[in-house]
């Protein structure tokens, strides 16, 4: 909450001498650790407090009930979409909206259930049968993937005809040219580059329809829009190439300009290893090891973006261009809903500066029906707890009711605040309470990540997002680094944790905007088809 000293240290923040000044009673680090330490701008006591999280973790939040239609979540059939339109339109046609999309994730899960195929494969050629239906599944349809032209090519180099094998069930060198570095390095290759749609001799990638989209989407109300990415590295470059030939594409057939950003996760944001005994972890040269906190760091990008209005969305959730035209629908109907929002909470500040008598005691009627803040006894006390909450980061998450997806879900959690709307990773419950889990039993949606969010205040000002995050809700895993386990810590979710503090409205979606791609045979999938499997 902001005001409140968080104990992770703010990604960005200078480098001193001052963060070498250890707590007392803290643990030595050697001249190698601190030189670590420093090339990731993160201080020992930060490290020290990271720990404490492994030896101490915080409570789990605090679960009252299941948002659901009706009980903290809009129903379709309430939303006035001519109405919300308009304002989209209205905004749009100012420049105000932005896309930021998390992209840094590998396309490693994607394909996970091809990295084990050789028994399945060697009895489907021996005794033609697959027990495998996923396999089966994949190689049934392989001419069907829009990478499939790319694989062919690579294996027709390296002297086979593809048919031919395909013809002897001779399968697994397609697997292997696939996802071996040897061939096109499938399996190590960010998702947003994996090919994912084909329109006849054209082939799309998740970031090209991304770009596509907010083409669509912006083009006919404004001239130009900015998309931001975020994303690995090691294959920045590699996004900029494909993103430039899309956006001249874009441009030679809309008329739309797009200003294409990338950044890559702070290194300062990396949360140490700990061994089991909740040590830092070392590995065989005794280096202190650090981990990707997850999406929960891009905080900062997302605050570093400066943009206004921003729409969020995962890098693998998108359909081809035929289908498009109904998400940018959803996406005018959300964006609508947050500028109405917007529109009221100015208002209301505004009158309450007119010193209108009746206007702070109707702004903070409008926080707790609106938002579910619990307005403080102390008349003296209300002035300034309405006037911080009509000046925080405001967002409105479309829900989509449950399809067996994983992922977090919309709840009522009790926070100081009162009882608020957060969005719950299934990590951060205890499961093995009885009524936590009959709550998740109960819950009817899920989260798809499809967010519309202001990032301004009521007077147009950058709000500093860092002091909004909870930090406490953060996760704890168990994973293995070199055959050895080892405890991680991942920060704050991006849309957990991370937008704790943020005024929150969810907003019933239909299915049809959550398409994406957790495995390689969702590509076949009638969402992703573009001509008929």
């Known amino acids: 909450m902001r005001g409140k000293k968080l104990p992770f240290g703010i990604p960005g923040t200078a480098w001193s001498v001052y963060n070498f000044i250890l707590p007392e009673g803290s643990m030595r680090w050697n001249d190698t650790d601190l030189a670590q330490l420093k090339a990731r701008h993160i201080s020992p006591e930060e490290i020290e407090r990271q720990l404490e999280f492994f030896k101490a973790p915080p409570s789990p939040p605090e679960v009252v009930a299941p948002c659901t239609v009706a009980n903290g979540i809009v129903p379709i059939q309430e939303l006035d979409r001519d109405h919300l339109h308009a304002l989209f339109q209205r905004e749009a046609a100012k420049g105000r909206f932005a ?24 009895e489907w050629q021996r ?18 993937f829009p990478f499939y032209p790319a694989l062919a090519r690579r294996i027709a180099q390296q002297g086979h005809d593809p048919e031919d094998l395909l013809q002897q069930r001779k399968l697994q060198p397609f697997i292997d ?32 329809e991304h770009l596509w989209e907010t ?21 920045v470059d590699r996004f900029r190439d494909v993103a430039a030939v899309a956006t001249r594409n874009i441009a030679d057939h809309h008329a739309f300009h797009l200003k294409v950003d990338f950044s890559c996760q702070d290194p300062s944001t990396d949360t140490i290893a700990a061994t089991p005994d909740n040590e830092p972890f070392r590995d065989d040269k005794g280096n202190l090891v650090f981990r990707p906190a997850g999406h929960g760091a891009l905080i900062g990008n ?28 959803w996406w005018q109907i959300t964006g609508g809903l947050l500028v109405e929002l917007e529109d009221q909470m100015r208002q209301l500040w505004q009158a309450i500066h007119k010193e209108d008598t009746q206007a702070l005691e109707q702004a903070a009627a409008y926080l707790q029906k609106t938002f579910g803040y619990q307005p403080p006894s102390d008349k003296a006390g209300l002035e300034r707890w309405t006037m911080e909450r009509l000046k925080r980061p405001l967002r409105v998450c479309g829900m989509v009711r449950n399809l067996g997806e994983p992922g977090g ?18 990590a951060q419950l205890n499961l093995a309470n009885p009524d936590i889990t009959q709550m998740v039993q109960k819950a009817t949606h899920f989260n798809p990540v499809f967010m519309a969010c202001a990032l301004r205040d009521v007077e147009g000002k950058p709000l500093p997002l860092q002091d909004y995050i909870d930090p406490n809700a953060i996760i704890l895993t168990e994973k293995t680094i070199e055959g050895r386990p080892v405890r991680a810590l991942e920060r704050p979710g991006l849309w957990n944790g991370a937008m704790a503090y943020w005024n929150t409205l969810f907003v019933e979606v239909p299915e049809e905007i959550f398409q994406p791609v957790k495995t390689v045979n969702d590509l076949l999938r009638p969402a992703h088809q573009t001509r008929q499997v």
């Open 409 to 426: 879900g919309p709840f009522w959690v009790r926070t100081c605040d009162g009882v608020t709307r957060q969005i719950v990773e299934l």
């Open 215 to 235: 083409a669509m989407l912006l083009g006919p109300f404004c001239s130009s829009g900015k998309v931001h990415f975020t994303v690995s590295p090691d294959w």
């Open 302 to 329: 997302l605050k570093n973006t400066n943009y206004d209005l921003v729409l969020i969305k995962n890098i693998d959730n998108v359909v081809p261009e035929s289908r498009q035209e109904d998400v940018n629908n």
């Open 99 to 122: 896309r930021f999309v998390p992209a840094s994730g590998a396309a490693t899960r994607m394909f996970k259930d091809l990295f084990d195929t050789q028994k399945s494969l060697e």
């Open 127 to 144: 005794q033609g049968t697959c027990s495998n239906p996923f396999h089966l599944t994949f190689f049934r349809n392989i001419r069907s």
């Open 177 to 208: 040219t696939l996802l071996s570095s040897l061939g096109l390095d499938y399996a190590k290759t960010p998702k947003g580059l994996i090919p994912f749609h084909h329109y006849g001799e054209e082939i799309r990638t998740p970031i090209e």
